[in-house]
């Protein structure tokens, strides 16, 4: 007979770490992906939906998108079991064993499977540079201007798209790329072994400090480009995301200067939206300690 040493031993889910409360009820994010959440309990329909939304906001920073992929989640994506926890790694202090009802420390759990759902991330309201409507989203994705991603908007309305002001803002989940070769393009990143399309080569026109491809060099003439630079763009003067926006409202028309002289009152603004909710966050939360 095998003896089973502390170590090794199953425990009730309730002392595991890592869970985070939501409506009364702990959930916690498992498998490699993080693809699944496990809510203690077997709650209604409506309890899941509530959780698994909160999970994303106040966890991921996101938003769930409505879609084919929310309405089947209930019907396709959840199961009700029982679980305990057992001793983990060094990476993983504990992973989840799918028990019977009556094993020792098994518990009522739901599973929740999010892997598929698509989502955006929350920002702090920011205008569209094109019809002025307020957006509060943002998306990971390539803007022109400079390579490699960022957050970037889109408006709902004009379907304008800009690079946030409000990209600052440190997230786990963002998606980083870097130019490892020098001789890159600066404002998509290919090279003369990878270039962006069939007909697309390096240049010797540089109307910036940094190398260029003809394809992006085309976008903008000689009097736009100088004023590109004027305005900092591609210099230790800028950031990725102010030569994106830079870069962006040229293709609009609007002069670098001025997109410039905008770039920093958005920036500025999107700050003081930001500190404003969190003083917000922090009163509620103050609040609710006290009662």
Same mark, same amino acid.
């Given at each position: ?7 090794? /031993?199953? $425990? ?6 890592? $869970?985070? /409360? ?6 916690? @994010?498992?498998? !490699?992906?993080?693809?699944?959440? =496990?809510?203690?309990?077997? &709650? ?6 509530? *959780?698994?939304? *909160? ?7 996101? +938003?769930?998108?409505?879609?084919? !992929?929310? %309405? %089947?989640?209930?019907? $396709? ?10 001793? #983990? ?30 989502? !955006?991330?929350? *920002? ?14 943002? %998306?990971?994705?390539?803007?022109? #201007? +400079?390579? #490699? ?13 800009? &690079? ?11 998606? /980083? @790329? ?7 393009? $600066? ?23 940094? &190398? ?29 995301? /102010?030569?994106?926006? =830079? ?11 001025? @997109? ?6 958005? +920036? ?7 500190? @404003?909710?969190?003083?917000? =966050? ?10």
């Amino acid at each position: 007979m095998t003896t089973l040493t502390n170590a090794a /031993r199953p $425990f009730p889910l309730t002392t595991a770490s890592g $869970f985070t /409360r939501l409506y009364g009820t702990p959930v916690v @994010a498992i498998e !490699e992906d993080c693809g699944t959440l =496990l809510r203690l309990g077997h &709650p209604d329909e409506r309890s899941i939906l509530a *959780a698994t939304s *909160a999970q994303y906001r106040r966890v991921y920073g996101q +938003r769930i998108l409505p879609g084919h !992929e929310l %309405d %089947d989640l209930i019907p $396709f994506g959840v199961t009700k079991t029982w679980a305990r926890a057992v001793p #983990g790694g060094d990476s993983c202090p504990w992973h989840t064993e799918l028990t019977s009802p009556d094993a020792t420390h098994a518990l009522p759990v739901t599973l929740v499977s999010v892997d598929w759902l698509e989502a !955006e991330e929350v *920002a702090v309201q920011e205008e569209c540079p094109a019809c002025g409507r307020a957006s509060r989203t943002s %998306d990971t994705a390539i803007s022109p #201007g +400079r390579v #490699g991603y960022s957050r970037v908007r889109t408006c709902r309305h004009c379907q304008t798209r800009w &690079p946030s002001a409000d990209d600052y803002r440190i997230s786990l989940y963002k998606v /980083r @790329a870097s130019v490892t070769d020098p001789n890159a393009c $600066f404002g998509c990143g290919c090279t003369t072994a990878w270039t962006c399309s069939p007909d697309c080569q390096m240049t010797d026109h540089r109307p910036t400090t940094q &190398p260029l491809c003809t394809t992006c060099w085309a976008q903008h003439n000689a009097t736009t480009w100088q004023a590109l630079t004027n305005a900092g763009y591609a210099t230790a003067l800028s950031d990725g995301q /102010r030569d994106r926006w =830079l870069y962006t409202e040229a293709l609009r028309g609007i002069h670098p200067a001025t @997109a410039a002289a905008t770039w920093t009152e958005r +920036r500025a603004l999107a700050r003081k939206r930001t500190l @404003a909710a969190r003083m917000t =966050l922090s009163a509620r939360q103050s609040g609710l300690s006290r009662r």
